[in-house]
């Protein structure tokens, strides 16, 4: 029995130098686990003899612990705390900005087109009106004032359309701005028929094409007899409401467009 003892206090103290060589090439702290691990290797008890030591597997729960309570007290160190509030101040806040400011300017661009787009085509319609009615006529004595009126509703619709129709190619696209533009061309038709009668005035050609819009405009049930009478001299009861069912058709189409423009993503946000 004694033999066996002092054979293994032997191997022991042969295990200790092992591990002393070997932290002399390694860092202190594996060195120091090392120490540890060995020193707990060397009190374990023989098979089957009682324990009045702690096991290796609660050791190694302690060292964990130990760690998630260096890692809890480096994650809550202020310095740290500091720097990653500096970096997502840095980093993160100005992206969210950014963004921010980008939808801000998408809203104005959207906003302000259809406006415009109301504006002009209110204003062309509803003016249009005026001069096929003969109001303008009837309450100038000025010669030409009809004409001069019409000159002008003609001049703001033919400027206003080609500046909508450009900005809506630069933000959204072809697709809506061709929308617009064969909308522009029949309301620009509209505003044509409103004139007196001329020779070689065009207006068959301004109802054609009015005519193969008209799947486009909602509610305009025209018979062949309405569409020829919009070709025809302007005047009387029949051709006002002929008319005025074709401004209210044109008024629904430019609501339609308004709601595309705003369902549509601005370009470059």
């Not at 809890?72 to 980093?91: D, I, M």
């Not at 509703?153 to 080609?162: C, F, G």
């Not at 009668?197 to 005519?211: F, H, K, L, M, P």
Request: a neutral charge; glycine letters at 8%.
């Amino acid at each position: 029995m004694h033999a066996t003892t002092s054979a293994g206090e032997g191997r022991r103290s042969e295990g200790r130098w092992r591990s002393l060589r070997i932290c002399a090439l390694l860092p202190e702290w594996a060195c120091i686990r090392r120490r540890e691990l060995s020193d707990a290797d060397a009190t374990l008890p023989a098979a089957g003899a009682p324990s009045g030591e702690e096991s290796p597997l609660t050791e190694q729960q302690a060292a964990g612990s130990s760690w998630h309570h260096q890692l809890g007290q480096w994650l809550g160190n202020p310095l740290l705390v500091t720097v990653v509030a500096a970096l997502l101040g840095s980093l993160l806040l100005p992206e969210i900005t950014r963004k921010w400011q980008d939808h801000q300017k998408a809203l104005e661009i959207q906003t302000g087109l259809v406006s415009d787009m109301s504006t002009a085509v209110s204003g062309a319609v509803a003016n249009s009106r005026f001069i096929a009615a003969g109001l303008v006529a009837r309450s100038s004595n000025q010669p030409g004032a009809e004409q001069q009126a019409w000159n002008g509703v003609y001049r703001d619709w033919t400027t206003s359309s080609a500046s909508i129709g450009a900005k809506l190619r630069a933000y959204f696209g072809p697709t809506v701005s061709a929308d617009w533009q064969q909308f522009g061309y029949v309301v620009t038709d509209f505003v044509g028929l409103s004139a007196l009668q001329q020779a070689n005035s065009g207006r068959q050609q301004q109802v054609e094409e009015i005519y193969r819009y008209r799947d486009r405009l909602e509610g305009l049930n025209l018979t062949p007899a309405q569409w020829r009478l919009l070709a025809g001299p302007r005047g009387g009861a029949q051709f006002q409401d002929t008319y005025a069912a074709v401004s209210r058709a044109l008024l629904t189409r430019q609501d339609e467009l308004v709601q595309e423009v705003l369902d549509s993503k601005v370009s470059g946000f």
